[in-house]
């Protein structure tokens, strides 16, 4: 139900009252950085940009908001990949920054904990950690502008998933500002509470529509002092998948990575990147990089080496190389994380996060790569990414000389099949990015009604207006 | 309010039919198994105890409550420690117990995964994962007779919490009967899943107020292979948190036990158990138990002499013994164990489950010692538990020689000055056991009005009619 101007001009003045005039931004072309959706997936529209400096003048808009019924939409760095940051209604909704909560209030190196308000920068949670010796595991590719109020908005997962878990795994304890403006001081730092129900979890990964996270206590870890990193290569994913649980036997959580990728993957890296090689003297159908962190120095050669010559004397992997120093593990790694990046010099390519089950993999890539390539006959499947997750960048590249648009053309129905077999093997179509605007319909057909309904139960009961991101998560 | 008692019949009549009278319990010496609580703090009265052998059963005795607004009270195993499992108006409650649905209906060794029902005792899991060459963490005192279901509602915390997590940990998928008879197939295996909100934390720990857990993916592990365990004697908390963050720091996730006591605690032992005898030629006030746990066989001894070395460096542990065999390492272990046990040859204790910050833990000794002893000259306090946790069980024995009963009629009181300083130092008083019937009315004196209004909303949301557990949890 649209509002009368006049109704909305008094909540912004309202809100100037309360953060300051100087922090509500109105120009078009100031407000753009925050409407621009950073892919330009969406363009977004907002009434104002709200940046408020504090948790208590965050209470104090969505006090104000609630009061209006006045749509809020909270935003971090805007690097989100489903435009769950993205305000879309220029006349009513008012995007909510967090960048000026960007205090470190605490670094605890005793108790392994960083206490950090939304609008610091990962890199510098990053990096204080790394200032007190410790670690701090959370790594994205948009690690030196997002949020780490948004990476917990959306679950971020990550290059560490592995063995420290996503975002919602390394929070102790929350701030956060109701849909009514009251201050959840969740600020503990307690490995152990088993006082009522688990509201922490429920504002992590609801992507704001349930309250603003204003802060948060996170976990920090011993600093790594020794690494392990081999490069397989492999017949297949089913032998891939005996190999990730022979390592995980062996080294248990000391295994950090476990990363796969196909021979198609390697040849557009060689083919695309000056100066890279490849490893093995004889091609492999797929490779695998693992890599092993300790927090001592001496031992983790010998677990490697156990792990590899096991492997070896079964027949299940076909060649290895183990990094002798840092500079050949970073080259091995760079075959992998180059991957992303390589498959655009092979034109169109149709992108998935998905994951299944992690036994479920070698299934599951057969199944739908047959799907694939017989619907687009040509097309060339490039499944890679996180194995030990069960995590896999299901991207599939364009014929070679097709025209492109043709190919991208066809973007919903390639996913909508992709989905639909993610879907029959128990997988999920967000394994990382979440739900927001992109994925938001996909949600009545992946959902039961029943799931959808305790959801939706929950987002009446913690907002009850409907004030906070409406339009995203939650189908329509 | 209460109903007429035809209504009342009326319920019972259809759950008959839903279930078969021959599992419906109605007289009184057959109910009192599930009536009694364990340790008799409470005794329980209901009309029934329901046995449904099914989830679509217990879906459609819920309908039935739902619609009659019957409370329902879940129950797995009954030894909870908080009475949240215990029904108690006669008239009015029936006891749904979940004992029959013990079925383990999936062991996936490669996924690393079990899928269990609610009522399949803890024990049973622990032994299907072994036979199948897996390890599930979760150990508590109760394990033979404790069920999976009640594990995940009470989110049960145990021996293996430092490496492992509490249940809440172990939990991949839920199945859920909710409030008004629907179910929830929540029962996933995916590692990563950002698809909307976490339902299933939600119901994880809510000690059946919000849904009834009707059965669980669970989470497996490798079968350990190599294991280090050490006693170390150790002047002070403040030393033996400076040796778990440098045993942290070397081992990592390989890092299992870190349990400490103090000296009056081994002298507990010594005086009560035959058999027993000082592993050290000198007395120290305080002793760490540490245990580091690998995949493969031969890397702990060293890594467990290089901490314990580098301690002995730089004066910071008194002494310190390493197992050389299992036997060794079991004795070690006997003294953690039985000192639970022994503390009742000692007259009465009063007992707390209590959790501060890991780096506050020092300071809370300190300060909660000397409250205790200036309130209660001569009694003697018995700190111990899971130090690398933040998890102390901080139980006070009587004076010596002073009447048992009057020292524990300042049960409550001595309660009250405990939890106080807990409060003070961020912490939880209940770390693991829950909140249950004990421990409501503590609830409105250590939440703020903001946090118990969010859970008061959820419960609402998704148990509008007060029927699941009612005057658990909340308090009233």
Redesign the interface.
């Known amino acids: 139900v649209p509002k009368p101007v006049a109704a909305n001009d008094d909540v912004l003045e309202q809100f100037a009252d309360t953060i300051g005039r100087e922090h509500i931004i109105t120009d078009a072309s100031d407000m753009a950085p925050f409407l621009v959706e950073w892919r330009d997936r969406y363009q977004g529209a907002a009434r104002a940009i709200l940046k408020p400096g504090s948790t208590e003048e965050v209470a104090a808009l969505l006090r104000t908001a609630h009061k209006h019924r006045t749509p809020i939409v909270p935003q971090g760095g805007n690097t989100g990949l489903v435009g769950g940051q993205i305000a879309f209604d220029g006349n009513e909704d008012f995007v909510l920054s967090l960048s000026r909560l960007n205090t470190i209030r605490e670094v605890?190196?005793?108790?392994?904990?960083i206490t950090a308000e939304a609008g610091v920068i990962l890199q510098r949670i990053q990096d204080a950690a790394a200032e007190a010796g410790r670690f701090f595991p959370l790594s994205l590719g948009s690690e030196g502008s997002c949020q780490v109020g948004g990476n917990l908005a959306?679950?971020a997962?990550g290059t560490a998933?592995l063995?420290y878990g996503?975002a919602?795994d390394l929070a102790l304890g929350l701030e956060v500002v109701?849909a009514k403006g009251?201050?959840?001081?969740?600020l503990?730092?307690?490995?152990?509470?088993?006082?009522?129900?688990?509201?922490k979890?429920?504002f992590?990964?609801?992507e704001g529509t349930?309250g603003v996270i204003t802060a948060a206590v996170l976990k920090l870890?011993?600093?790594?002092?020794a690494k392990a990193t081999a490069l397989v290569g492999i017949e297949s994913p089913e032998a891939a998948?005996i190999l990730f649980?022979q390592a995980?036997?062996?080294?248990?959580?000391?295994l950090t990575a476990f990363e796969f990728l196909p021979r198609i993957g390697l040849d557009f890296v060689l083919t695309h990147v000056a100066g890279t090689r490849d490893p093995f003297a004889d091609p492999h159908p797929w490779y695998v990089l693992m890599e092993l962190?300790?927090?001592?120095e001496?031992?983790l050669e010998?677990?490697m080496e156990?792990i590899l010559s096991g492997a070896f004397e079964t027949g299940r992997i076909g060649d290895a190389t183990i990094a002798r120093s840092e500079a050949e593990a970073q080259s091995l790694w760079r075959i992998r994380l180059l991957l992303s990046e390589v498959q655009k010099h092979e034109g169109g390519s149709i992108k998935h996060d998905v994951?299944?089950?992690?036994?479920?993999m070698p299934a599951f890539l057969r199944a739908v790569t047959a799907e694939v390539e017989r619907r687009l006959p040509k097309a060339r499947v490039v499944p890679f990414g996180?194995l030990g997750?069960?995590?896999v960048h299901f991207n599939v590249s364009q014929p070679v000389g097709a025209p492109k648009e043709d190919f991208l053309d066809r973007w919903e129905e390639v996913n909508a099949l992709v989905h639909g077999i993610v879907t029959e093997f128990?997988?999920?179509?967000?394994?990382?990015?979440?739900?927001g605007v992109m994925?938001r319909e996909l949600?009545g057909e992946?959902?039961?009604d029943?799931?959808l309904?305790?959801?939706r139960?929950?987002?009446?009961?913690?907002d009850p207006r409907g004030i906070l991101n409406p339009g995203k998560?939650?189908p329509g």
């Open positions: 605890d190196p005793q108790g392994n904990t959306s679950n997962g998933v063995a996503s919602r109701t009251q201050i959840w001081d969740g503990r730092k307690l490995k152990k509470d088993n006082t009522g129900y688990d509201l979890n429920l992590i990964g609801s349930l870890f011993p600093a790594p002092r998948l649980n995980l036997e062996a080294a248990g959580p000391q962190t300790s927090g001592i001496d031992t010998n677990v156990s994951s299944v089950p992690v036994a479920a996180h997750d069960g995590n128990g997988g999920s179509v967000s394994a990382e990015h979440g739900i994925k949600m992946i959902k039961s029943v799931e309904e305790l959801m139960s929950v987002k009446r009961a913690l998560v939650l």
